[in-house]
């Protein structure tokens, strides 16, 4: 852009090349809409792009129920998004463009291949309807035109002046990706209010001390019923060097507050002093780590029969108020983490855009006309297993609709 030309015009100028990002600059395009895309990054799609281990959880099929599996101030906002643009809409256009996938569990629909293969989709549609992308470019200066629309400052010189404004520039979470507050602050500088922020679907830390009685269990993992107030998760669970992590852990992570407990069960389904009466009546001279370790990892069973201080007993030699202590262990243990891993490792951010301040429909804001919010910088925050995915999807189509 020359000095002699700093204003480049367009219809839809979208800040931040995500999943919802692209996915609006894809559907106004199809519009007949003069599109540009901007983000700061070297490369569009880098979330998308290590999702999924590399293979990008691109959305759950009981996304198509979003009754549950949505956290927000208001839970029925994401409906009317979610409800027009279905996982079985984001999977046609997978397929359209010969992308292999499989469902893993719980609904979690990953691609085969690469992750990148959903990225080069999104730009080839971009492409197609000619929606343009620049990279590592920065917008900073917005201010509302007088007769409406918005102009911007980029950092590449001179300015974009357009009549609708997207702000997809996500969360907080992981920003050594370059993740940054730039969305909340342009919420915040057009007056509307923002939920406090913090890190979602993240590891849990303990305090030193329970970590040095627990370094003995870093790297076991097993299947879990996680708890935290009234939101529960049966799915793997991870001793770490810091604390907690695995599915479970970073399900219940997005419910739990600081200065609370959660609650785990690791032999969830099953009466574990039902099962060490049983063994001691029926083999009185097995070792309790011995029962124990038939329904969970050995390591586990050994550091808990010697924090019980039965360790080189028989079962027989067990009296049973000592054996159900070691069943509230494994069934009802409570524990009281000091913190998370924070947003370094944290997958989405919850919080954000109050979602009073947007119409459900349009994702527009209700104050100031032309400027749409996508994604994850709204108060709408997905379970892990690809609901994150499928709010991006939604809102950056339904944004798209009308921007």
């Not at 809409?33 to 099929?61: Q, W, Y």
Request: charged share 20%.
């Amino acid at each position: 852009m020359s000095a002699s030309n700093p204003a480049e015009t367009v219809d839809v100028a979208i800040l931040g090349a995500g999943a919802a990002g692209m996915m609006c600059a894809i559907e106004a395009a199809k519009r007949g809409r003069r599109v540009l895309v901007i983000d700061h990054a070297r490369a569009p799609g880098e979330k998308i792009r290590i999702s999924g281990g590399g293979r990008c959880n691109f959305t759950n099929l009981n996304a198509a129920r979003p009754q549950a599996g949505f956290l927000s101030q208001n839970p029925r906002f994401a409906l009317s998004a979610l409800s027009r643009y279905q996982p079985r809409d984001i999977i046609a256009l997978i397929e359209a463009h010969g992308v292999a996938w499989h469902e893993k569990t719980l609904g979690q629909l990953f691609c085969d291949g690469s992750a990148r293969q959903v990225v080069d989709l999104l730009l080839a549609e971009m492409d197609r309807h000619g929606a343009r992308l620049r990279l590592e470019t920065s917008a900073s200066d917005i201010r509302r035109e007088p007769g409406g629309g918005y102009r911007f400052a980029v950092s590449s010189g001179g300015e974009v002046a357009c009549a609708a404004l997207v702000i997809a520039t996500g969360g907080k979470s992981i920003p050594k990706m370059g993740a940054t507050g730039f969305g909340y602050d342009v919420a915040a500088q057009f007056g509307l209010p923002v939920v406090a922020t913090r890190p979602a679907l993240v590891p849990l830390t303990f305090e030193t001390g329970l970590l040095q009685r627990l370094a003995p269990l870093a790297g076991v993992a097993l299947e879990a019923r996680v708890s935290a107030g009234k939101a529960r998760f049966d799915e793997a669970m991870l001793f770490t060097h810091r604390g907690l992590s695995g599915p479970a852990i970073l399900q219940a992570s997005s419910y739990w507050r600081e200065g609370e407990a959660i609650v785990v069960d690791m032999a969830p389904g099953t009466d574990l002093f039902a099962v060490l009466r049983q063994a001691k009546a029926e083999q009185p001279r097995q070792a309790p780590q011995t029962a124990l370790a038939a329904l969970i990892p050995k390591r586990l069973a050994q550091l808990l029969v010697e924090a019980e201080g039965v360790a080189g007993r028989n079962l027989a030699d067990c009296p049973d108020a000592a054996l159900r202590r070691l069943a509230v262990a494994v069934n009802a243990w409570s524990v009281k983490p000091v913190g998370s891993e924070g947003y370094r490792t944290a997958e989405v951010t919850l919080g954000g855009v109050d979602t009073r301040a947007l119409d459900s429909r349009t994702l527009e804001a209700r104050e100031a006309p032309g400027l749409f919010f996508v994604g994850e910088v709204i108060d709408v925050t997905g379970w892990l297993g690809g609901y994150n995915f499928q709010w991006a999807w939604a809102s950056g189509w339904a944004a798209g609709q009308v921007a």
